[in-house]
């Protein structure tokens, strides 16, 4: 084998083994798949759970100042005595019991909170996963409609019409075609928009090919719930009723105490002191009746956005539900009644004669037509899985 023969063989090798690792790279990844690898890889989920574990950390055990210990020295008329300081500052016996308490609650409402944000993420990664599926399906459906007219245009250069009117409509048909293509620039442009957006969700499927399988439609159900929105303002208020508990408790006092000894000298005896002191806050009344003041105002605030929250949960989700309604008649109506009555005019076009402008006009018209409602029925799809993501924010809780 010489040489020229050898490089031509190491470069179709080369091309072939191109060729086979993009294939092998393509893979067919379902809703479920997507929302499984979500669920593990997702980066905004690995922080909101480690600020739960966060808050759960800081709600355990109970909080008393750090003791000392001390070593002193003292040197009197050339002797020297040694001594030791120990002290404790000791909350009012209530102030750590509420302060337990109101970090419990604190940690509660942070849980509450992390569950919402994981639907938030778990339901954008669905309908991240569906935007995908519609780009894909959408540039599928406008490279159908510019072969077809491609193919009408030649069909139209076979006929023998040539007057004014003929030439008008292939005039028409040739800017129709052009527009097509800024169509697919923009929809190819669509699916890696949205494609590169699902890595948010999964890393790990950064470098792959990936087709989108569509995935099945689910229907709300709702029946009794209790929006997460609201469930965790009244846990924040909960907290929040506590921390201006604990913050009117700042009136009590605190205590201390402090043992001190020393060592006794051939000339004098051991010392030992011992002291119990009680704080004054009262004296500076005013510094906690600020703080009470502040509590009871951010309360206030927490208590009013409840009262927003569940007077606009109801409203809010009804409206939801009427859209979703609207949205699965078009659909259906899309799918049993038009999409079947467009397909039976294509197949009744084929016994139409496109000599003339007449049949011409139909053979152009009736095919796009037909691919336009398939388009119609990808845009519905997307709108329904949106408005379906904003119920589950109202009514899921994990």
Do not use: C
């Not at 055990?61 to 000791?90: A, D, H, K, Y």
């Not at 004054?280 to 703080?291: E, G, H």
């Not at 309604?325 to 467009?342: D, F, G, I, S, V």
Request: aromatic share 8%.
């Amino acid at each position: 084998m010489n040489w020229k023969t050898g490089s031509t063989f190491i470069l179709l090798f080369g091309f072939l083994s191109l060729v086979a690792s993009h294939v092998v790279a393509e893979e067919k990844i379902s809703l479920e798949k997507f929302l499984n690898l979500a669920r593990e890889e997702s980066p905004d989920l690995a922080i909101e759970s480690a600020n739960v574990d966060t808050s759960q950390y800081r709600a355990s055990g109970i909080r008393i100042p750090l003791g000392m210990v001390g070593f002193m020295q003292m040197q009197n008329s050339g002797n020297t005595r040694n001594g030791i300081e120990v002290s404790q500052e000791i909350p009012f016996p209530t102030k750590i019991i509420q302060d337990k308490k109101t970090r419990n609650l604190e940690y509660e409402t942070k849980k509450q909170m992390g569950a919402i944000q994981k639907v938030g993420v778990m339901t954008k990664a669905r309908v991240a996963y569906v935007e995908f599926w519609g780009a894909s399906k959408r540039l599928t459906i406008l490279k159908e409609k510019q072969n077809w007219f491609y193919h009408h245009a030649e069909l139209f250069r076979t006929t023998t019409l040539s007057d004014n009117e003929a030439q008008i409509h292939l005039l028409g048909v040739e800017s129709e075609v052009d527009l097509l293509e800024n169509d697919i620039l923009d929809a190819e442009a669509a699916l890696v928009e949205t494609r590169n957006g699902m890595n948010n969700f999964a890393p790990s499927l950064k470098h792959q090919e990936l087709i989108p399988i569509e995935p099945a439609m689910e229907n709300p159900k709702v029946s009794e719930f209790k929006n997460p929105l609201v469930a965790w303002k009244e846990k924040e208020l909960k907290a929040k009723q506590a921390q201006l508990s604990l913050t009117k408790q700042s009136y009590l006092p605190d205590f201390s105490v402090r043992l001190r000894a020393f060592e006794g000298t051939p000339m004098s005896q051991g010392e030992r002191e011992f002291m119990v002191g009680i704080t004054v806050p009262f004296l500076y009344f005013w510094q906690s009746q600020a703080k009470v003041k502040e509590a009871a105002a951010e309360k206030k605030k927490v208590d009013a956005e409840l009262q927003k929250a569940t007077i606009a949960s109801d409203s809010m989700l009804s409206s939801f539900l009427k859209k979703s309604e609207a949205l699965q008649k078009q659909m259906t109506m899309l799918k049993h009644q038009l999409l079947p009555r467009a397909a039976q005019r294509v197949e009744f076009m084929k016994n139409i004669s496109p000599r003339t402008m007449q049949g011409l006009d139909a053979h152009k018209s009736v095919m796009s037509d037909y691919l336009d409602l398939k388009l119609k029925a990808v845009d519905l799809r997307i709108d329904y899985e949106k408005n379906f993501q904003e119920i589950l924010q109202l009514t899921e809780n994990e």
